[in-house]
């Protein structure tokens, strides 16, 4: 795996949680029902990608140590 690849999860794991939080503070500042509902049904889906992403970078990590431990 090159840095490439490492930068490209990491920005995209960013991207969510830049996402995230917007969602969190609208979730805080709407005050109707069902557009809160509507929030934090997609602020669990976001959720659920970004430990997608953690767990790729994770393993991309260990992959690379992995092939360090190797070389030497």
């Known amino acids: 795996m090159s840095k490439d690849?490492?930068?490209l999860i990491l920005r995209r794991w960013?991207?969510?949680f830049i996402s995230f939080a917007i969602t969190g503070a609208l979730f805080l500042l709407i005050d109707i029902t069902w557009v809160r509902k509507t929030l934090?049904?997609?602020m669990l889906l976001m959720g659920f990608v970004a430990a997608g992403f953690v767990y790729q970078f994770y393993e991309t990590w260990l992959n690379n140590l992995g092939k360090k431990k190797d070389g030497k």
């Open 5 to 7: 690849k490492d930068s």
């Open 14 to 16: 960013l991207f969510i």
């Open 40 to 42: 934090s049904v997609i």
